[in-house]
């Protein structure tokens, strides 16, 4: 069984400011890591995810997060935020050795809040 | 739209009472999902389709809750007897896959639903 840890569950930062946002998962088999964007009343939309290959990830709207094995860690960056990022964050992850479907499980979010 | 689609979008219901959320997922999708969203929390898996199979349920939290997608496509998540601590978003997602690979998942808006 996988988890996921997000140590965080604000984080306001000013309009044009770096963010980095924390993730930490558990797991006993290799694994695939996501990050997904909430915005209010909405879905969940795919920001980026880790497969294989690079460590470093580009997603959409600017983001990019680095997988590192041996702390576990998964963290989403950006250089420079706008209002427009404000949102809720999840990190997830999966089993990537299931011959089976792939079960998703989320951390319990990172509230991003962005000050003009 | 193309997206996954679920209704109703907000559902008030009386304690006790029996309710019906409906998923239609992005066309041609095999697999979907039901995850349930508790306020301030990340999303929970409930269950898992491929096509028409319930292939997991572990997630369904008593036996007051039911899903089925008969013919593969449409799903319903049912939840009888409804308690106060059913109150949550209600998300469906759907990907076109048998779901291994790392494939993304897309979700939709979600059900919000609020037992009185």
């Known amino acids: 069984a996988q988890s996921v840890t997000q140590l965080d569950s604000q984080v306001p930062v000013f309009e044009e400011a770096p963010v980095e946002l924390r993730c930490n998962y558990s797991s006993s088999v290799s694994v695939y890591l996501f990050w997904y964007v909430q915005y209010p009343n909405q879905g969940l939309q795919l920001l980026l995810k880790y497969l294989s290959g690079s460590t470093l990830v580009k997603g959409i709207n600017g983001f990019e997060a680095e997988f590192n094995k041996s702390q576990t860690s998964f963290h989403l960056r950006k250089p420079s935020v706008h209002i427009s990022d404000t949102a809720e964050y999840f990190c997830a992850v999966s089993d990537s050795q299931s011959g089976g479907y792939q079960k998703v499980t989320f951390g319990t979010g990172t509230k991003l809040q962005v000050i003009p | 739209g193309a997206g996954v689609s679920q209704s109703p979008r907000y559902k008030v219901a009386k304690r006790g009472q029996d309710v019906a959320l409906r998923c239609d997922p992005i066309?041609?999708?095999?697999?979907l999902f039901w995850y349930q969203q508790a306020l301030g929390q990340g999303p929970e898996f409930l269950t898992y389709f491929q096509n028409e199979a319930q292939l997991d349920k572990s997630g369904l939290p008593s036996d007051r809750f039911f899903a089925e997608r008969p013919e593969g496509s449409v799903s319903t998540l049912k939840i009888q007897r409804t308690q106060q601590e059913d109150s949550a978003v209600y998300l469906c997602a759907s990907s076109p896959t048998r779901g291994q690979g790392g494939n993304t998942i897309y979700f939709g808006e979600g059900s919000w639903l609020t037992v009185v």
């Open positions: 066309s041609g999708h095999v697999s």
